[in-house]
Every structure is written in C-alpha cells, then in structure tokens.
C-alpha cells in the first residue's frame, strides 16, 4: 500500500509518523498525504528503539512503501538502522536525521546501497553552512529542513523573516546540486489560514514539499504547494501562443517565461491537474 502516485521527487506533503506505533501505519498510508516517513528517530524512545525498528521494518515487508527517518551518523543508533534496514523490501528511501556533513549522507549510501535514496535532514547552523557539499554528496536525493532543531540551535525567532535565510540556503544548495527543491519544516498551528500561508511563503522562496505532523493539514498544504489554477491557465495561454506564432522568441523576456510556463505545466500534468 503507497499513499501517492506522485513521484517522490514532486512530492509536496510528507507526513512524519512514530514508528514505535505501528497500529498508526496503516491510517497514514491511507491519507491523502504525497509521502509517509515512519520515524524511529526523535519521535521514539532509546529503549525502544529496536523495537520500532523491528515494527517498521515488519509492516514493510508485508507490502507497504514508505520513507523512513533514521538516526544521525554520529548517534549510537545509526549502524543499526542501516545495517537492518539495508534490503529491506518497500523502503522508498530514508530521511537521514542532522546531517552536518556530505560524510554522513556518503557513508549511509554506501552502507545502504547507491539504490536507496536519501533525504538529508537538515537541522542545525553548521548544517546551512555545509548544505552545498551536503545537496552535491553521493546519494542525495532531496534536502529538507528541521526548522524545529534549527532553531533551538541558533535561537532564531519563527518569523517568515527570521527563517528566510536558512531556507533559501537549502533552496540555492539544492539547485547546485541538481536537487529537486527542498522539503520545508513542519508549521504547528490549528488554524488552515497559518498553514496556508506559512507554507506559501515556503513556496515564495523556492521550497517544493513540506513535512507534516497533522494529518488534518495535508489537503491545505497540498493545494498551497500545487500550481494556482490561474498559474495554470496562464501558462497554457502562453505555450499555446509561443507555439502559434512558431516558436519564435520576440524579446528577453520571452524564453525566461517560456522556462516558467513549462515547469508549470509540467508540474501540474505530474500531480494531476490538467
């Protein structure tokens, strides 16, 4: 069972859920959310960490898909996560916790295998500093950010403004490498229009996906991630026009457009919305 049929690399919500809890897995994989990434990292215990590991392994092998967040390189718990989780059947891929150097994503790929895709959580100021060798770091597949962690290691405020500046980071990191754009920390808030906006904000900067702890959210930040019906209908027009007259390209500002329009349309063929 896999939440989503849209590609991983175009995946908007990503839902985070304790894998010491393993009569939660299959309510989330039942959501609307793009991805789900059982967490037998902060979420769990240290006495329990077998345990879950064991649960989330198990309820992948029955024939589940799901990503899963492992424990950072220079934890206690990081051999064992790769160690169990190398060959295990479904695994979409693994979400490794404080990446902090391209070191910890390269040994985990290698231990893995170059097959399993890695998400690079990043969590901390020597994480941003190190975010260009960390997205061009054999086996990288996407960056995403622990805005929580970072945070509390910087005591930088929430702010839109405040956070600007670790995100767009990821962002330009990630186009370097040759990344699809970052996945963005979660916001907690029960309010949709909070959601709504700090997501769009995420977007405003770059950013293409967003994890997720309620799942009561996920129809909100799919909708601000995905293609504005307006943006869609403004791109056909002009793919429409660009392909009436030829092709032809009248001024400078023809082809960054035409680059826009494409991505656009692109996107919004791959999540369904044309």
Same mark, same amino acid.
């Given at each position: 069972?896999?939440?989503?049929?849209?590609?991983?690399?175009?995946?908007?919500?990503?839902?985070?859920?304790?894998?010491?809890?393993?009569?939660?897995?299959?309510?989330?994989?039942?959501?609307?959310?793009?991805?789900?990434?059982?967490?037998?990292?902060?979420?769990?215990?240290?006495?329990?960490?077998?345990?879950?590991?064991?649960?989330?392994?198990?309820?992948?092998?029955?024939?589940?898909?799901?990503?899963?967040?492992?424990?950072?390189?220079? +934890?206690?718990?990081?051999?064992? %996560? @790769? =160690?169990?989780? $190398?060959?295990?059947?479904?695994?979409? &891929?693994?979400?490794? /916790?404080?990446?902090?150097?391209?070191?910890?994503?390269?040994?985990? +790929?290698?231990?893995?295998?170059? %097959? @399993? =895709?890695?998400? $690079?959580?990043?969590?901390?100021?020597? &994480?941003?500093?190190? /975010?260009?060798?960390?997205?061009?770091?054999?086996?990288?597949?996407?960056?995403?950010?622990?805005?929580? %962690?970072? =945070?509390?290691?910087?005591?930088?405020?929430?702010?839109?403004?405040?956070?600007?500046?670790?995100?767009?980071?990821?962002?330009?990191?990630?186009?370097?490498?040759?990344?699809?754009?970052?996945?963005?920390?979660?916001?907690?808030?029960?309010?949709?229009?909070?959601?709504?906006?700090?997501?769009?904000?995420?977007?405003?900067?770059?950013?293409?996906?967003?994890?997720?702890?309620?799942?009561?959210?996920?129809?909100?930040?799919?909708?601000?991630?995905?293609?504005?019906?307006?943006?869609?209908?403004?791109?056909?027009?002009?793919?429409?026009?660009?392909?009436?007259?030829?092709?032809?390209?009248?001024?400078?500002?023809?082809?960054?457009?035409?680059?826009?329009?494409?991505?656009?349309?692109?996107?919004?063929?791959?999540?369904?919305?044309?």
């Amino acid at each position: 069972m896999s939440p989503s049929f849209i590609p991983s690399n175009i995946s908007r919500t990503w839902l985070l859920v304790n894998g010491a809890r393993p009569e939660t897995f299959d309510a989330a994989a039942a959501t609307r959310t793009d991805e789900i990434i059982l967490d037998i990292e902060d979420a769990v215990d240290p006495a329990k960490k077998s345990e879950a590991r064991s649960s989330v392994i198990s309820w992948l092998e029955s024939g589940n898909e799901a990503w899963v967040r492992i424990n950072d390189r220079p +934890s206690p718990y990081w051999a064992d %996560d @790769v =160690r169990e989780l $190398a060959g295990c059947k479904n695994l979409k &891929g693994v979400m490794l /916790a404080k990446v902090e150097d391209a070191s910890h994503v390269v040994d985990t +790929s290698l231990l893995l295998g170059a %097959d @399993v =895709r890695i998400v $690079a959580l990043i969590e901390s100021a020597l &994480g941003i500093e190190e /975010a260009r060798a960390i997205a061009c770091a054999q086996g990288t597949f996407r960056l995403a950010f622990g805005s929580g %962690d970072y =945070r509390k290691d910087t005591g930088t405020a929430a702010d839109d403004l405040a956070m600007a500046y670790p995100r767009s980071r990821l962002v330009v990191a990630s186009r370097i490498g040759n990344l699809p754009g970052p996945i963005d920390g979660p916001t907690i808030s029960p309010s949709n229009s909070i959601i709504r906006d700090k997501t769009e904000v995420a977007v405003a900067l770059g950013m293409t996906g967003k994890l997720v702890i309620d799942v009561d959210k996920i129809p909100v930040i799919n909708e601000a991630i995905s293609p504005t019906r307006s943006d869609i209908e403004w791109a056909q027009g002009f793919l429409a026009d660009f392909e009436s007259r030829g092709r032809v390209v009248r001024d400078g500002s023809d082809l960054p457009r035409l680059g826009r329009a494409e991505k656009i349309v692109k996107l919004a063929t791959a999540l369904g919305l044309v």
